[in-house]
């Protein structure tokens, strides 16, 4: 119910809100922010709508409409996916505190509070093997092929395909990830039942049916300029990688791209006709001088681009093709699967891992800085990357090794 | 009439003759190779043709046709050009001579002996301001209409196009330069009496008129296989940048961007759509892990990437524009095109400029390499960058510095 409240009373990606709620936890924050009795930063983002939000109608329009809400309490919360966005948000903060940054404003990459989703697929499978596909709703014919075929190749391998569900290419590579009998991820600006154009209720409800339907909005919300910027940084975070099919010189597809390098994500372009000014912006990403996009021609080399871990799953056998509804993390099902996880870890988060003191011993963030000699921003950073692998789990106090890793 | 003999008398690019001329000189190495006086590598890569070969009926069937004869003694021979040649060549014979790689093969870069040139252009001001286009025969109407505009565009700002005088993209872009009213060098792999293909005749006669035709080959001459192969190691050495517009997986044009790449010049490529395999060969140079072609959209982007040197020429004024009949190097033509010159050298040349004594007085290459403190080999090797830019001139014992540069 406080994440309902939350998840209405303010704008997404509000960074006082978040900031807030990472303080107080969901029940003591939606408590606060309904009395009015909060900074006046939180007030400023909450004050419109804090009595008149109504967490009970919106928790029975969504149970109407086959909606669910997730928040990070949920075992079906993306935390492998989120955990880029939300290190990105505890450092951008840490940043600003320490008065090495600007305050973070509105659109800075910071965790959803909560989502409401629809459809069959398990949100937490997503960004294991996933891949965003973006670009402009005024795609050429070439793009919308693309967008398809691409969408079609990576959903027969068992990639999951996240993309908006706009005009243009969003619609082609949904449609192309659904004719592969695959599953596509649509992330959506306003309410989940609201499909924005009105036009794809259809592309709606068969995305609900092979996949899942997501948004950061309670349903009734109509789709605004700024929802979609926010919105834009969850298509990011969902995808391991995000590959730009079309886009003018001033798309919204760039915005996209932006948060994927921005969350270290690896961003790929497809080139097009030098002719066309839908591949402008295709073009301008490869040439850049930082962190230029990867030039890609086929699925293979999507695949190859997405990360080792990518591809060892891929080599790995029964990973690969299985939708996510199939089950959770795959990487919590084996000691096979176990290394896999492993392997995927960087060197701070192996040596967190490394740091939990055996069999079922639960360890707080400051033991385990101790326990690993790895910094407590940085151990706080792994958690959540460890949690979403299946390989720990949340203890009364603190964190615990899971039964599959200990 | 060495030059002519030794044209003729060995096929392009033989490493083991271009050394013994480059020991003896080309009077002593034409007598000896006549007389069958020459080690058995030499030997073995002019015997066939050592007592047949006819440098007066050469000579005499060039006159006819319009074509004259360039050796490194003439004052139109492309020094400039041509010095990331020499410089790799002697790199090379001294690493095989060290040990430390394989003897030099066929095919090498190496610079060649003479050349047959027919046309208003003059050779020895083109790598200045020049870029070589190249591209598949079996080129798609995207590619021509690339290789066509941007031809046209280069040309527009007195930019030389160089290329090979193909069907498909070379005659694309040939025709664009001359479109503009530019200057366009076609490099022939046959004698320049001999157009290929033979359809191309009225292109020849077109360019010869407002640019330059060239040949490694005496008139009579066809082009064969091996020719080919040959005759690109010169495009790309004459182009300041190498552009490839379109090339297939296993294109001609792969084989200029690699010899483009091992002289140290820019590679630039032109995108294309990934369902194109014309455009496959783009899209593969643009992916490499080392020393990636850079993806250009526009003529503007190819300036760019020519070199800081071109650029400042651009904005330089008189130069842009200048179609390279209208003089020789820019930069030996006042104190403004000195400094030019100087900017656009690098460490090591600049220190054997630095190393000369005064006005006028000649030193060696010894004596240099002791002045300058740069080792003899680079000495050898910046010498004809500083004669090409005019900065220095060839005395009768060693080099002294140009009156400009005083």
Not at 153 to 164: D, F, I, K
Not at 228 to 237: G, M
Not at 284 to 293: C, S, V, W
């Amino acid at each position: 119910m406080a994440g309902a409240y939350l998840s209405r009373v303010a704008e997404p990606a509000s960074v006082p809100l978040w900031m807030f709620v990472q303080r107080h936890g969901y029940l003591t924050a939606a408590a606060a922010i309904r009395a009015g009795d909060v900074p006046a930063e939180v007030a400023s983002c909450t004050e419109a709508r804090r009595t008149a939000a109504d967490p009970e109608a919106d928790l029975a329009a969504a149970q109407r409409n086959g909606i669910r809400l997730l928040t990070p309490a949920d075992e079906d919360w993306p935390h492998f996916a989120f955990a880029a966005l939300q290190a990105t948000a505890r450092r951008r903060v840490a940043q600003w505190q320490a008065g090495v940054r600007a305050r973070p404003e509105r659109g800075e990459l910071i965790p959803p509070l909560a989502l409401w989703v629809r459809g069959a697929g398990e949100l937490s499978a997503v960004g294991f093997r996933s891949v965003a596909v973006v670009g402009s709703r005024a795609a050429t014919a070439y793009g919308e092929h693309i967008a398809s075929e691409f969408s079609y190749g990576l959903a027969q391998r068992g990639v999951v395909v996240v993309s908006g569900g706009a005009y243009g290419i969003d619609a082609a590579a949904h449609r192309g990830a659904l004719a592969a009998g695959g599953c596509s991820v649509l992330v959506s600006a306003g309410g989940l039942d609201r499909p924005y154009p009105s036009g794809h209720r259809h592309l709606y409800d068969r995305t609900a049916e092979q996949g899942l339907l997501v948004s950061e909005r309670p349903p009734g919300s109509a789709p605004h300029r700024q929802r979609f910027l926010s919105r834009n940084r969850l298509i990011a975070a969902l995808g391991a990688a995000t590959l730009v099919v079309e886009a003018a010189h001033r798309s919204g597809a760039l915005n996209s791209a932006g948060y994927a390098r921005d969350l270290g994500r690896p961003v790929l372009a497809v080139p097009g006709p030098v002719t066309s000014a839908m591949s402008a912006g295709c073009h301008r990403l490869i040439q850049r001088d930082e962190e230029p996009a990867r030039l890609v021609t086929s699925v293979a080399e999507v695949l190859a681009y997405c990360g080792s871990a990518e591809v060892e799953m891929d080599a790995g056998g029964p990973a690969a093709g299985r939708p996510p509804a199939a089950g959770g993390p795959a990487a919590a099902s084996g000691p096979a699967a176990w290394q896999h996880a492993y392997d995927s870890l960087d060197v701070v988060a192996r040596s967190v891992l490394d740091g939990f003191p055996g069999r079922r011993r639960s360890v707080t963030e400051a033991e385990l800085s101790r326990l690993s000699g790895q910094p407590i921003s940085q151990v706080i950073a792994a958690l959540p990357v460890l949690q979403g692998l299946g390989l720990i789990t949340a203890a009364r106090e603190g964190y615990r090794l899971a039964s599959v890793a200990s």
